[in-house]
């Protein structure tokens, strides 16, 4: 697109975190919201008149605009049909976490974007979190042994979240911003085995495990847990918890902790809210050929989708689940100038016992 054009921009979904995309994309001065849809009408009117924008009654009358990018911001059972239209449009496509409830709809769109090319990007705003390239320049020197992924919070009110059919569970649903926080700062996820209740939270019509626990193998050497309970009425915890030689992290979205031999626990705050505004400016400067910061396109998301879904697989059947290998780099290379993580990726420190693989 020509530089002194505005970023024209669709969005598909309007609920919670619509409202939010909409809300930075419209404190970007190049970026126009150009329409909103959502089966719900009243909800996609409600939010395209807080922008000035129209609403549309389909997909197809929102891309018949021919908007540079689309957001795609669905519940994940509700995630297919959006993405192969936008797809076929040829826009940018931006899609909230996670891709779908299992590995089918999101396997087959990651080959349609590869086919064709899309500039694509997912909602796993974690990794613009300054305290997550902190915690990456920190591991640098110190191989990691052990991680801890915990997510322990209560059910969000959203209808369609208790249900695993509609939500995939709270692994594949809520826990994935972990996992995939795992997989950039350690590496690849090669095997779990994972446990789950058996029984919902203490909310009707629930049929998702109040709790989850999970064996996670790193192809590094390193091994991990990761837990997930949705049976309180506040956020307890969310981060991961990192055990290197000679170093001990914790990488939440608010804070990052750093004990080391140097002496004191220090405390370094978080600004998840300055990430959740680069991930939009990220997408949006990639699309006007101005950045090269994308750090979750969809196939990467996909790679994080893959284990979210294996530890929900081995929780369903009692069995462990291996992954294989992915194809190519798990996360894009680093870029000089903007380089994630300042150009060094932590998963190629050698870690005794096995080796980095990436
Ligand atoms: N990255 C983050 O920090 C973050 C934060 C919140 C939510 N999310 C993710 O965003 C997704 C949506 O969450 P939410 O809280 O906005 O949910 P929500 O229920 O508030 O909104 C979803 C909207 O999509 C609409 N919708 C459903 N099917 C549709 C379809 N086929 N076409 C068009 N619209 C459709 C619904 O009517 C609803 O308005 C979830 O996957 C969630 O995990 C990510």
Redo the contacts with the bound molecule.
């Keep these: 697109m020509a530089y002194s054009e505005k970023c024209r921009v669709g969005m ?7 409202h ?1 995309h909409a809300r930075v994309l419209s404190g970007f001065a190049d970026v126009e919201i150009v329409g909103v ?4 009408p009243t ?1 996609a009117e409600a939010l395209a008149s807080t922008h000035g924008a129209p609403a549309f009654p389909d ?1 197809a009358t929102l891309l018949s605009l021919e908007p540079d990018a689309v957001y795609v ?4 059972f ?1 995630h297919g ?2 993405e192969e239209a936008v797809l076929a449009s040829g826009a940018a496509m931006f899609v ?3 891709l779908g409830v299992d590995l089918t709809v999101p396997t087959r769109l990651a080959a349609e974007v590869a086919r064709r090319g899309t500039l694509t990007a997912v ?3 974690w990794r613009y979190l300054d305290v997550v390239r902190t915690a990456a320049q920190l591991l640098a020197d110190h191989p990691v042994r052990l991680v801890n992924g915990v997510w322990w919070d209560k059910v ?1 009110p ?3 979240w208790i249900r695993s059919d509609r939500s995939g569970g709270p692994v594949v ?2 826990a994935a ?1 972990v996992v995939d926080l795992a997989r950039a700062l350690v590496g690849p996820v090669t095997a779990v085995y994972a446990a789950g209740t058996g029984t919902p939270p203490p909310v009707p019509d629930a049929d998702v495990d109040a709790a989850t626990a999970a064996t996670l193998i790193f192809s590094g050497g390193a091994v991990g847990t990761l837990s997930s309970a949705c049976v309180l009425g506040w956020k307890q915890r969310a981060g991961l918890e990192i055990i290197a030689d000679g170093l001990a992290l914790f990488v939440g979205e608010d804070e990052l902790v750093v004990r080391d031999g140097a002496g004191q626990e220090r405390r370094i705050p978080g600004d998840p809210d300055a990430a ?1 505004v680069a991930v939009d400016r990220a997408f949006v400067d990639a699309i006007r050929g101005i950045g090269d910061d994308i750090r979750v396109p969809y196939a990467e998301a996909l790679e994080t989708h893959r284990v979210t879904c294996a530890i929900a697989e081995s929780a369903r059947t009692g069995q462990p689940v291996t992954l294989a290998a992915p194809a190519g780099p798990s996360v894009p290379a680093p870029r000089s100038g903007r380089a994630e993580f300042d150009g060094h990726d932590p998963r190629a420190v050698p870690v005794e016992g096995g080796s980095a693989d990436g």
């Design positions: 598909i979904g309007a609920g919670n975190v619509a939010r849809t959502d089966v719900v909800a997909v911001c669905v519940p994940p509700a049909h959006a909230e976490k996670p909602g796993h705003h969000p959203v209808a369609w649903e809520q911003h959740r």
